[in-house]
């Protein structure tokens, strides 16, 4: 039981690393451009970011086991679809539905861990196995990446996918157990489809103005589409009577400044992390395999660190540790932005564990953060939402600094360049945002650990209901 949950969500958590380390050979195999790049990239974390509370409650309505098995088999099913996949567009679609495979599978992976350990003191353990093992997902992405698409090719890194998916439906029948939450929420259907549009259609603008121009009709619409279908969204959201994202929450000055912060965590974190193997292949002229291992100190920072994240909030309070990893963060994308293409490793490696270091201080506390300042039966939706936050900022930091990148070489500027604008802006992003936690972010203790990784969150609501 224990382990057939942890894998599904490893598998979820690898493929959020496994799939930078091969783009350069998805660009060069496919012809695909930059733009086709953060479509590939961007096309999962949108479906994540916006259905990953709608998947909580599915697997709460509709049943844990019966959910999760669903989402392990559409994840597979997709990861096939990716790994045959002739073309950008093709492998763009297979993508999408990684995404709805994912954002079911992930929350109703943990909602069946909380649901068979209902004594505290076995639950926070197998919490930790679960949290430990989506850590070294991420950690083990770059490294079998680089490895598959030196040997094989890019699709390898999705045919990865299909004998562990295979097992998790074969073994998961049996040795799962079904369970519901009899007073689940409402499914917000119209919110959730007005949130896929809105935030759909604002990336399209951002991913597709480089290419197309920022003035023309068609990116124009794009933004003004964009503006209406997120407006239309907040009303819709104001009057449901079981809203996705209940707006009154952000009254809270805790809850909006630390979502806030998340934001910016997910836009600079997955944003810089997008072009690391490019950099390394096509500024310094490394392999792919020899790129995906030079990747690894960032990843590997966080899986050390995130763990004391926790601890640390505990001891000194949200604002002091936020503050603190943010500064880091921003500093070290700074540093990263000053990298040429004859700047020696032993110069680089040291910058990537900087930026590893600090997003790891972040994450965990700014969840935490969110849980303490809504009520405590809503702590599970808080901590979805925090999940949602983390992940639209990962969708637009994809898209923006993208489009800095493309941007400076319409220019006439030259890629390594244009990295160097993507890291500054992202670093300057993140300094901005510390000081924002700095003058705002509640200086309390929290009164409970936060949860104790800093991977993908999905909604906790089942903990109330074990």
Request: aromatic fraction near 8%; charge should be positive; hydrophobic fraction near 55%.
């Amino acid at each position: 039981m224990l382990v057939v949950t942890c894998l599904g969500q490893f598998m979820v958590l690898l493929d959020n690393t496994i799939v930078g380390a091969a783009l350069p050979d998805m660009q060069h195999r496919l012809d695909a451009g930059l733009t086709g790049l953060q479509w590939i990239v961007d096309a999962y974390v949108l479906l994540v970011a916006m259905l990953l509370l709608s998947g909580g409650v599915f697997a709460d309505r509709f049943g844990r086991k019966r959910v999760y098995l669903s989402g392990v088999a559409v994840f597979t099913a997709a990861s096939v679809l990716c790994s045959v996949a002739p073309s950008v567009g093709w492998l763009v679609a297979g993508r999408v539905l990684q995404g709805v495979g994912a954002a079911a599978l992930s929350p109703a992976s943990l909602a069946l861990l909380v649901a068979a350990y209902p004594a505290p003191q076995e639950r926070v353990r197998a919490i930790g196995l679960w949290a430990g093992l989506s850590g070294i997902g991420l950690a083990a992405g770059p490294v079998a990446g680089g490895v598959l698409a030196q040997a094989f090719g890019w699709p390898a890194i999705f045919l990865v996918n299909v004998p562990i998916g295979v097992v998790l439906l074969v073994v998961g029948r049996r040795v799962l157990k079904e369970s519901r939450n009899p007073d689940a929420r409402a499914l917000d259907i119209p919110g959730t489809i007005l949130s896929v549009l809105g935030v759909g259609t604002l990336a399209y603008a951002l991913i597709e103005g480089g290419s197309r121009g920022w003035t023309s009709p068609v990116i124009l619409g794009g933004f003004a589409v964009a503006a209406v279908l997120l407006a239309v969204f907040v009303a819709v959201e104001r009057r449901h009577p079981a809203p996705m994202l209940p707006l009154g929450l952000f009254r809270r000055r805790l809850f909006t400044v630390s979502n806030s912060a998340m934001v910016v965590v997910g836009f600079a974190l997955m944003g810089s992390s997008f072009f690391f193997s490019q950099f390394f292949v096509y500024v310094q002229g490394s392999s792919i395999l020899r790129a995906g291992l030079q990747t690894l100190p960032a990843t590997l920072a966080m899986v050390v660190v995130s763990p004391f994240a926790g601890r640390l909030a505990a001891a000194y309070g949200y604002r002091s540790v936020v503050t603190g990893g943010l500064a880091l963060a921003g500093l070290g994308l700074l540093a990263l932005g000053g990298v040429h293409a004859d700047t020696g490793y032993a110069n680089v490696w040291w910058r990537l564990t900087v930026v590893g270091v600090g997003f790891a201080l972040t994450m965990s506390p700014l969840t935490g953060a969110a849980i303490q300042a809504v009520d405590p039966q809503e702590g599970g939706l808080a901590s979805g939402i925090s999940s949602t936050t983390r992940q639209i900022g990962a969708v637009l930091g994809v898209a923006v600094l993208g489009a800095v990148v493309r941007a400076r070489q319409s220019g006439g500027a030259s890629f390594e360049t244009g990295l160097d604008n993507a890291f500054a802006v992202a670093g300057a992003v993140t300094l901005a945002a510390a000081v924002c936690t700095g003058l705002w972010l509640a200086g309390s203790r929290p009164t409970s650990a936060p949860p104790p990784a800093p991977q993908q969150r999905p909604d906790l609501r089942a903990r109330r209901t074990p």
